[in-house]
């Protein structure tokens, strides 16, 4: 398998050799699940019968051996993956900036910690981590990272779809993974003379695990819209429904995920106007949005009361332009109504699918779309990334990845432990005590 796809779909015969670390060699077996359509494949070790809950960490440590660098290092005093995991370690602990991370690292009951628990000996000076750091090449991390995340996918999907058989006793629903699919800038970088325009970086994320797996650095917005197709033929999604926001609802990008034999569900807005006219004028036609399938949920918290009707149709012989969208098989539209002490405001948002899918699975996905958002809320509330005034692109690019990592570790926990802790307590707590990132880690 190549190191340049994500394998969630599986693709592969069993006994097939995947991936070789240093220690040990990875095969494929059988996994079959109820998401969708979609076979996934369990990958396992060698030396062990089967994949065990506690295997996170030392999973994304051998896929930290193949790292690799833009310029020749030979490891001498700190190794490129020492320093790599000393960064996670400290983000995991709600560290900002390397030189907090350096400065937590140096301390001597981490020292400590750190020589014990993972055989780091040496811990570098700051400016020496900054230059290796610099010297990771961010594609080879990237390949890492979604080596890693394809080895826990099948047991998170496995998790997950026992949640979801417990819920289908009473509402009878199964759907397939949600790939949000959303850019984020990092606005610092925008003030540097190094930069023509701000770095610009679009991830992929599976919404269900809360999981980030891959990502595509641009600069500059405007670049996003080809940067999207590039990143899904990377990627192999049979089976998974991709989400993204109206900058990338763009005849390309449906036509690489139909290509990858996945479906698509994009929000039309003013960048695609007569596209959203058309469905706009269909779902507020009251006869016509009386034949269509809906669906409404009301929640409440927060303050305030929030309600969703959603609403789809099959029906697109109507449609100008459906025929110069991939496979398009479906419209549909969320209307959402929040409620507060300051009054009521609403707002539609039209979509369309190449998937004909009921009201509640528009809903689902639509909704799901929102966790690649909040995670890159996640990156600036917790990480203060937008400030982060480091000059170097492959550090502002590297720094990026290994925060995701941290978060996706944090959400492995709590989706393994159903901790009800916010992610800044468990984050404080590491920071407090050193020892407390094993449990996190799932590390023996």
């Known amino acids: 398998m190549s190191m340049q796809a994500l394998n969630i779909s599986g693709r592969h015969t069993p006994d097939d050799i995947i991936f070789v670390s240093r220690y040990y060699a990875y095969y494929v077996m059988p996994f079959h699940t109820r998401h969708g359509n979609q076979f996934l494949h369990c990958i396992y070790k060698k030396k062990i019968k089967c994949y065990s809950e506690c295997m996170r960490w030392e999973e994304l440590e051998d896929a930290l051996e193949v790292l690799e660098t833009e310029r020749e290092y030979d490891g001498y005093f700190c190794s490129i993956k020492d320093a790599v995991i000393i960064v996670i370690l400290g983000s995991l602990c709600d560290l900002q900036s390397v030189k907090k991370i350096h400065a937590w690292a140096t301390t001597a009951h981490v020292k400590t ?11 570098p000076c700051y400016w020496w981590l900054l230059s290796l750091l610099a010297m990771v090449s961010p594609e080879s991390l990237n390949q890492c990272i979604k080596q890693w995340v394809a080895s826990l996918v099948p047991q998170l999907a496995a998790k997950l779809e026992k949640e979801e058989e417990e819920q289908s006793k009473k509402k009878n629903k199964k759907q397939p993974l949600t790939i949000a699919i959303d850019g984020k800038e990092i606005r610092s970088t925008g003030k540097m003379k190094k930069y023509d325009s701000p770095l610009h970086i679009v991830s992929a994320h599976i919404g269900e695990l809360g999981l980030t797996f891959a990502q595509k650095t641009v600069e500059a917005k405007s670049n996003e819209i080809p ?31 139909v290509e990858a034999q996945a479906d698509y569900l994009l929000s039309a807005k003013g960048n695609q106007k007569e596209l959203m006219n058309d469905i706009e004028q269909y779902v507020q036609d009251e006869k016509l949005r009386a034949t269509m399938d809906s669906v409404s949920r009301t929640e409440k918290g927060h303050g305030r009361i929030e309600s969703r009707s959603a609403y789809t149709s099959g029906d697109i012989s109507w449609q100008p332009g459906g025929r110069e969208w991939p496979a398009l098989k479906c419209i549909g539209a969320v209307h959402t109504r929040f409620e507060t002490s300051k009054g009521v405001t609403d707002e539609w948002h039209y979509y369309i699918s190449s998937k004909v899918l009921t009201a509640e699975e528009l809903l689902h996905h639509a909704r799901t779309e929102w966790s690649v958002e909040s995670m890159h809320w996640l990156l600036d509330v917790l990480f203060d990334e937008d400030r982060c005034r480091i000059q170097s692109k492959n550090i502002q690019q590297n720094l990026n990845m290994l925060r995701k990592t941290a978060l996706n570790l944090i959400r492995i926990y709590k989706r393994e432990t159903g901790s009800k802790l916010p992610l800044n307590n468990i984050m404080f707590r590491a920071l407090m005590n050193p020892y407390d990132l094993l449990t996190l880690l799932g590390k023996n």
């Open 113 to 123: 910690f750190l020589s014990e628990t993972f055989g780091i000996k040496r811990i």
């Open 227 to 257: 940067a999207v197709p590039k990143l899904i033929k990377a990627l192999e999604i049979s089976g998974c429904m991709v989400v993204a926001d109206a900058l990338n609802c763009q005849r390309e990008t449906a036509k690489a995920i």
